[in-house]
């Protein structure tokens, strides 16, 4: 069983939206006074999806819609970062297409917006992007089996493939650990590290023999600690939470999952959860002075409405227990105690802890 | 009923017998040409899809040629809408899985289905359901109270609301029941506001009486002032009374002096209302009145409270107030609260609130449904209703103790969630209502009128892709046709979106539904097979363990496998290779894939070094490979080929005299096979079959010298 957290210690606050929300993000901001969020949400009455900004404020409560932007289809996958003076969102939508939007980093409004068309970097398929913190270069893979880098201008676009598997393998995970490397995630629980420097296909792909015990599922997720480049952090199919160490190939270090079995070394693993979990980020909250060789504590979301925080060889902690899907979360850069999550439910649930 | 298309472009069902419940909406298609032919169909939710197809013609500038058309049923709830209506569809999840899980432990322990405390279970379900059925907030209110600001609103009520605790009140507040009139008397202050919409109201007169309040220059003069308040007296809003009267003008400073009579009459009314005993536990906070528990302590207070009014009522400063309306006005509200039938007709609007001031004011001590019932149709006689309210039919439903009335107006103001839920209520108490709705029906199927309901309320969720995820609760919940629809349910969703089709496996997982997940899993592997996400294909059929289906598509992959050694497509292999995962699992005719891989792999060795162990390696899973039945024939030439080096090897044979046998025995094999019809030709330089069989017969002879 998996420790609750105290009430005392955390606020909960419910937002509901009347309208599907597919992905949350904190934008980061510069100013101290205001928090943002970026919604992705669809309202299935009306047919049309769009990327919403709201503002929120601990006190007096209060989570308003700022500002919108009208999407052409839902929104795969939303990334949120920041450039120079503005705070910039990327998203990859359900036709294939690739949008970024400025947005000003004091008030957030939206100032402009160039796009990739779609089939240009995917077809009709589901995509997902990593914006590089700070900077410009965005990566997009999907489960058409391209891979793509775009560079984005204040008004223009590049983007050039850098692989493309012709179907054979499918990414549904990506994360940037340097500016020339990235990890993606596939079906499988499949790994793949590339390097810009070395085209042609993936530099490294996780594998070993471990798989014997571990029933196979998808990764949904993927999350690189700057500090820690070369362990890389994945979440997916039955509550599996695993970190893959480019030094140590041939074990991966199980922390949460149901499909490990009783392989050696997995044994004392606790599960957070039992279904998919949707996504993975480091807890930057907690300050762990723990040695080196342990895994950063990382918080995760999952199907069976899960938002926890696990630790390697530690009980793993439940901020939340909500009775449907908790889809997609996001901790807040500047402010790591508040975290923003979506629920399957159309609503929008904010945790600030103390 | 069949649709009919006319030339004026308007679809007319018709019945065929009668015409009298002909119904005719025109529909806007703005097709140029007549309509030939009519589809109909179901969309999201209550929509129907109608698909209008023109007749042909020649020319092409006529116009559209067909026209599809969205057609909203019904009205829906004015109150609610859908997005509202799927709010509190999630929200009551939880509530409703939790009264299911506890009936369930509850019957586990014991044989009979009535428990005596169960009610309180249905309680809190109640509570839990109505805590959602809360309209909008309004505004908060101002930190400034505005001292003439009479009603005051928190919330925009709901008949959704109000039906829902009418019936929390009659059939699951055991513990209240001895007050139930008190609890009416609340249910009344917090929704008499509804009732505005079909008739006048007592709250109608109070708010537009506010509004005029600033145009009133002194406010006892107005008769309105007195009417309101003996209304609003009447139907026990007490608070607002006094804070009314305290508004009489012989309370102003510079009035004090002249009025000091006038304003003590004014005042003792005021303490007089501010100090009725009521027959009930406590009121809200701040609240007047003195609230009694038990009867005897009741019923001395409430003597008491009427003495001291009769002897107000006969005091001889009456005669001296010399200001006629105050007089006439406050004897007027001694009269109410003396529970004079006439006064309190007067006073009330409409019958629920003159039914709700006799209980205040003549019978307090009013218990048992049947008596109640008597008073309500006293009531409907003496204020004879001039119109109907969604609220008052199930009222009287709920009075005359009928629960097919119940059920049947609360189906048909509130809708399928309404019904769905609301039956826990009805059977919380009365072993009668339990039996009615738990009853097997043969009219219905063989299904109590329980899961009738539910069934249709889970049609409802089914029907909307944001609410299918919650329709299994429900379904489940039903005994006897619930799993059939729950493995339609699931089957009918779509496989397309990646997390759509594992909340889809997650539901099925939950209640234990392997075969419809595996079939899921497998539809999900075609699906992406065909649309050439090939490694996402063999997933799902591999997850679904359909070795089938592997060996089929594993024939077509084949024909894309990199056909030498040389061939750098073989790289792009890898990742489909790791999918597969340890041989362990069912990969079908794919595990040739594994072997093929491993078989590579070291004949690169072999090329980028001259070790014999690399070599000798190599050779194994050379033979492995050619003995692996798995092994589609058509690459026993080509791999051979790629081994021609091993074959040759020069320190020393590498393959025994059985093992060139076998070798020799497939490409016999093959030159049978080439005979056959099908047969592809690999695509090899001309001379590959003779070097192949030479340096096999160099092996052989070699091999056998060693030997």
Redesign the interface.
Known sequence: MAATANSETSQIHRF?Q???VDAVRWLPVLSAFNRFAVLATSD??SNLSFIEIHSFKPNPLSFDFQSSWTSPSPISSLKASQFLQNSIIAATT?SGSLHFLFADSTDATLQSEVSVPENELHSV??TCIDLMDGGVECVTVG???KVNLVTVGNSNLNYRRLFD??????Y?AVKWASPVEFATG???F?L?WWDQRKP???VS?F?G?W??NLN?G?VHSIDIHPSRKHTCLAGG?LGTVLAWDLRWQQQPIILSGTGAGDGAGNSAVQSIS???VWEVQYDRCIKSNTSSTRILPAMICS??GILGVIEQGEEPIELLAE???I?SFDIDQHNPLDVICSL???SVAILTRQ | MSPDAVGNGALIPFSGETNDSLAVYPLHHGLARPISRVALSWSRGNSLRVSLFAEPSGSFDTGDGAKVIEVKLGGGDPEIDDADWRRIAYGSVAPFALLQSRRNSLSALSKSSYHLDWWEHVLQYSKDISSLLTGPKLAPNPIIEDPNEIVTKNEEPTCLKAAWELMEIFYVDKQSQAWLPEKLVDWLADYDSLFTSTQETIHGKLVDFQNDLVNIQVIEDDPRYWEVMSSALSVGWLDIVVKMLRLHGSYQIDQLSKRELENGLVEAVAVLISKMPRLRPESAAGNLGECFKSKPDFTKAWEKWRSQITKLDCSPYWIQCDNQQTREGLRNMLQVMLGNTENLCTASCYWIELYVSHFLYIRPFTTGIESMYNLAQKCIQLKTPTGTHRLTGLMIGILAENTEVVIAEISREFGPWMVAHAVELLTSGSEEAEILLHDERYNLGGISMVELHRLAYAQVLSSHALTWQIAPIYLTSCMKQGMGLLENLLYRQSVQHNNLLLKNIEICRLYELDHISSNIMKVAGVYHWKHGRKGAGVFWLQQSQDTNCLDRIAQQLFDSVGKSISDESFKQWEGLIELLGSESKPAGGLEFLHKYRDFKKSLQMVYSGKSTDAARQAVGSLILLMKNPSTPQRFWLPLLFDSLKLLNWKDSPLLSVSETNLLLNKLQELSLARQRPHFTEPNLPPQALSSIRLALATNLGRAILDE
């Open positions: 509901h009347y309208k599907y299935f009455d359900s398929s589901e489960d058409d089996g598997s012709g179907g054979l393998v499918s549904t596939g079906y499988g499949g793949h042609g296909g993936p792909q594998k023999n798989d014997k196979s998808i199919s039992e279904s998919e199907e069976d009775p449907c899907a889809n399957e439910w159309e």
